[in-house]
């Protein structure tokens, strides 16, 4: 197996790693974009890309399904809701909420990691490989606004500009999946730093 494993390859493992948890929880919706789930990170999800982060995010996928809302405070603070799906999924919990965040920092029970263990070596496995690949990024490359700011990163937005000077605020992520165009030119908006690095 190769120790240089592209972005590409982790996104598939995540994938997998996903399909893995819809095994035993059918109503897990498909995971749209796991590329995205790389370099976003949110503080009230937790900051690490791990299987717990993302038996964390199935959470969110199964209370989706059920139309059930599990966050509050623009999705900062899980509530009981999100507890209860959390326990079902094989996620235990301190007894009190945290004042910000409720009951996000959840962790894999020891039953859940005897189900998932496979999975997860699997995982960690690619995150590692991917964390190699990645580490000899210059200054050059982009690495979005969480790692220029120290911030966490989930949905934080950054400007993107178009040849007419007009200018959005946007997720990276986001204009990454397809072109944002302008209504004044037509030409698509883009991120400075992405430009200034490929000159």
Same mark, same amino acid.
């Given at each position: ?50 299987? &717990? #982060? +993302? ?7 199964? /209370? !989706?399904?059920? *139309?059930?809302?599990?966050? @509050?405070?623009? =999705? ?44 997860? &070596? #699997? +995982? ?7 964390? /190699? !690949?990645?580490? *000899?990024?210059?200054?050059? @490359?982009?690495? =979005? ?55």
């Amino acid at each position: 197996m190769s120790t240089t494993q592209t972005p590409p390859v982790l996104a598939a493992e995540l994938a997998q790693a996903w399909a893995d948890i819809q095994r035993y929880h059918p109503e897990l919706p498909d995971l749209a974009a796991p590329e995205s789930l790389i370099g976003e990170s949110s503080s009230a999800c937790g900051h690490e890309l791990s299987f &717990e #982060r +993302l038996l964390h995010e199935a959470v969110h996928g199964v /209370a !989706a399904a059920r *139309g059930v809302r599990d966050t @509050s405070r623009a =999705g900062r603070y899980h509530n009981r809701r999100f507890l209860a799906i959390a326990e079902e999924l094989g996620l235990d919990h301190p007894d009190e909420p945290h004042p910000s965040s409720g009951f996000s920092l959840v962790t894999l029970t020891p039953e859940a990691k005897r189900r998932y263990r496979p999975t997860t &070596e #699997r +995982l960690q496995r690619a995150l590692k490989a991917h964390s /190699a !690949a990645t580490a *000899g990024d210059t200054a050059r @490359s982009f690495r =979005g606004p969480a790692a220029r700011h120290g911030s966490s990163g989930g949905g934080v937005r950054v400007k993107a500009v178009c040849d007419c000077g007009r200018n959005v605020r946007v997720v990276p992520s986001v204009l990454a999946q397809a072109p944002i165009v302008c209504g004044g030119c037509g030409k698509p908006f883009r991120i400075p730093d992405v430009v200034a690095a490929a000159g």
